[in-house]
């Protein structure tokens, strides 16, 4: 029986391209096409591609800042039953959005320089079910701010005083004031040194086993992904092209895509430099065909299901399956 906390079922997402007033017609973007993934209980599930794929467009999805055009994301909170957001009350997602936190890639943009940390960290708690007066708020935060690695007196400086990896700890620990189950992270380490990295990615590692957290965990490095996650799903012009546990994935790709990434990530040479097409048509094939030294007259009329192969390994084609 699954243990997931957060799933997605069947999910698609298309915007309308706004191409200006002479346009001849209107285009639609479809960003997400039919992508299945689970995030189990005090796991790590890792959204691997390149930029234009869809992570974060389906990372956006889970939290409702984008209303899905189809499929479903369920939630189950602890000791309940997985029930659709979509039939959520506006109590119910308030809730939801309490114990399902997001972190942005640049947290530049995403703190208030107006505000001081402790204004930052405490400005959803304020409006929670959780809030407990002032005084419980300034403990609080004191705690949080230390379990991030900083200290009580820097509650009382702005965000532009801190360097790019203590603003990354200042916007998790605004999310884990909240106490959630679910933190996604987008792109969190993406703008850092390689050393401020590890420093994040440990902080990271050390919540997850301290909270019971569970991740979605969105990045374009696989080899990042496969030091920190337990699960990664592959992501390619909006499909979900392979999915495998992390210790395997490394040493059995299966995919041509993921073996192009591993092969970017090793400093090899890629077998191609094309980069990820928008979506402007649902078509009946693969949309890495133009890419694939694979390719075969099938892949160009039709996109394969993700099917379980071997490892644990689903594969969505048809040189493999």
Known sequence: MSDAVIETHH??????????????????????????????????????????????????????????????????????????????????????????KYIFQDPARSLNPRMSVYEVVTAGLRYSSKWQGGAAAK???????????????????????FSGGQRQRISIARGLIMEPEVMICDEVVSALDVSVQGQIINLLDDLRSKRNLSFLFITHDLKIACYFCDTIGVMYSGVLVEEAPAAELYKTALHPYTKVLFDGALGKSASSSAEVRTTLSLGKGCPFTYRCPYVKDICRNELPELKRAEDGHKIRCWSVI
């Open 11 to 100: 999910l698609y997402k298309s915007f309308d391209l706004e191409a200006g007033f002479f346009a001849r017609s209107r285009q639609t973007v479809y960003a997400v096409n039919n992508v299945s993934l689970s995030v189990e209980r005090g796991k790590t599930y890792g959204l691997v591609g390149e930029s234009g794929c869809g992570k974060t467009t389906t990372a956006r999805l889970l939290v409702e800042m984008y209303k899905p055009t189809s499929g479903q994301v369920l939630y189950t909170h602890a000791g309940g039953a997985p029930r659709d957001i979509s039939s959520y009350s506006h109590r119910e997602m308030h809730f939801y959005r309490e114990k399902v």
């Open 139 to 161: 403990r609080l935060a004191a705690e949080i701010i230390g379990e991030v690695g900083l200290s009580e007196a820097d509650l009382y400086r702005r965000p532009s005083e």
